[in-house]
């Protein structure tokens, strides 16, 4: 038998990538590849990129560099570059960094096999189509292996939206929905693999709109049929758009078992001058009402969020406004970031903010959130929550999970397994998670 070959995946950015990683390693696990944790062994490094951030594609390159050494050493290494970066650069990539033999887009994994043999052959690869097949479909031709009690499932790639300061629309392309009936078969397959909690993916997952047996279904119809999946005990989504929160979702988590108390609903920002220059198409307070709508079908949901500080024009009056609007939510968590350009954006044109001056806003704004987030989180001191037990803690004989508000939670001495679903009472608060006892 030949020896495996090894790859070495490194991960940017978001969820969706984590996903994809895992999807491109299954795929090119019938090409005789196991994955490693170390560059150095690997006989294929693959970067899966993410654009989001300031100068990602610089800094993709300069990461490129580092594998020079390496691939002199091993002339049989192939380099790929996947992800937005791959999508947005293309052939450039290989252009200006020749050491690289594949670049494939997000929309071309499933071709990764037949790249893979072409570089093999001596050749290059790039793929950068929006291809018309299914590529969920071809990636799902694939050896099955046990999973972990938590897994992700992309239902929707891809945004309409068009946010002044958002590459995606242009990296991911436009919003496409996967069918229910494949979503169905990916989730029971996955809970026989020991899934136990689906978080359900999409740039604009709540913009779901996939065909079922009798017209498209909305992400709360689609949440029903996962409802009804025996052995599958938890439901999440991310990321929504408040425009897309229809009143069947609103709905769907006062009355879903299933589906976690926990939103991510981004904002970006409280004031209206801003949100409508970032083209977000609603105000701070259709917002705030949306937030009140969501908090009377389910009181005790955990509201998160995101945050662009110091966006072009951004005054201190409209940084106010985002202060206001956060001391008024009490986000449980937030993820805020200082803006920064992403070339080819209609934000990337405009007058910037003082670099000095977002700096400042930013910490004032996270000292805020942090706050809130640490309050939200003692407030769990004394109650029994339900904690899914994912892996062994740091300590000797403790075991970590998440609660059903994707707080982590450490229980010392636990007799419990990973996988098992069960109460524990929260006995103490630290900075990142929580500690409890089983109840
Ligand atoms: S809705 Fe989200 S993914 Fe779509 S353009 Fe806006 S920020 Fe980007």
New binding site residues.
Partial sequence: MSKPKKLFIKTYGCQMNVYDSERMAEALGGQGYVETQCADDADMILLNTCHIREKAAEKVYSELGRFKGLKAEKPDLKIGVAGCVAQAEGEEIMRRQPLVDLVVGPQSYHRLPEMEAKTRQGGKALNTDFPEEDKFEQLKKRPKAKRGPTAFLTVQEG?D???A??V??YTRGAEVSRPVDRILSEARDLVERGVREITLLG??VNAYHGAGPAGDMTLAQLIWQLDKIDGLERIRFT?S?PNDMNDDLIEAHGTCDKLMPYLHL?VQSGSDRILKRMN?SHTAESYLRLIERIRAARPDILMSGDFIVGFPEESEADFQATLDLVEEVKYGYAYSFKYSTRPGTPAAERPQVDPAEADDRLQRLQALITRDQRSVQDSMVGREVKVLFEKPGRLPGQMGGKSDYLHAVHVDDADVEIGDLRRVRIVDSAANSLRGVLA
């Fill in positions: 945004c939206k068009f946010c300061f958002c995606v629309p740039q604009n990321t758009h981004p977000r």
